[in-house]
Nanobody, 115 residues
Framework: QVQLVESGGGLVQPGGSLRLSCAATGIIIRLRNMKWYRQAPGKERELVAAITSGGSTNYVDSVKGRFTVARDNVKNMMYLQMNSLKPEDTAVYYC?????????WGQGTQVTVSS
């Protein structure tokens, strides 16, 4: 059974940093394409960052240079390091993986950027 559990969200001031974590069970992260999505109130869920099984990374333009996606193959976890946070980064952040035609999601972790 695949389970994804996010953690690390919280309230941070503009310009601050947070590191989100995604713990996976039932899959081996290094063998999968893993993604971070976010959904702000009243907006559609958007893809923020992805890391492929080969280790390549991709980012939405709005976070390039500020966010970094990485994984720990030993701990079987994925991370999203978020620096220089802006109020527009406020959203619920989800990790995601598609396995054999099924899309798995975590429960999400709230990130609020506000002074």
């Amino acid at each position: 059974q695949v389970q994804l559990v996010e953690s690390g969200g919280g309230l941070v001031q503009p310009g601050g940093s947070l590191r989100l974590s995604c713990a996976a069970t039932g899959i081996i992260i290094r063998l999968r394409n893993m993604k971070w999505y976010r959904q702000a109130p009243g907006k559609e869920r958007e893809l923020v960052a992805a890391i492929t099984s080969g280790g390549s990374t991709n980012y939405v333009d709005s976070v390039k240079g500020r966010f970094t996606v990485a994984r720990d193959n030993v701990k079987n976890m994925m991370y999203l390091q978020m620096n220089s946070l802006k109020p527009e980064d406020t959203a619920v952040y989800y990790c995601n993986s598609d396995v054999s035609g099924t899309s798995y999601w975590g429960q999400g972790t709230q990130v609020t950027v506000s002074s």
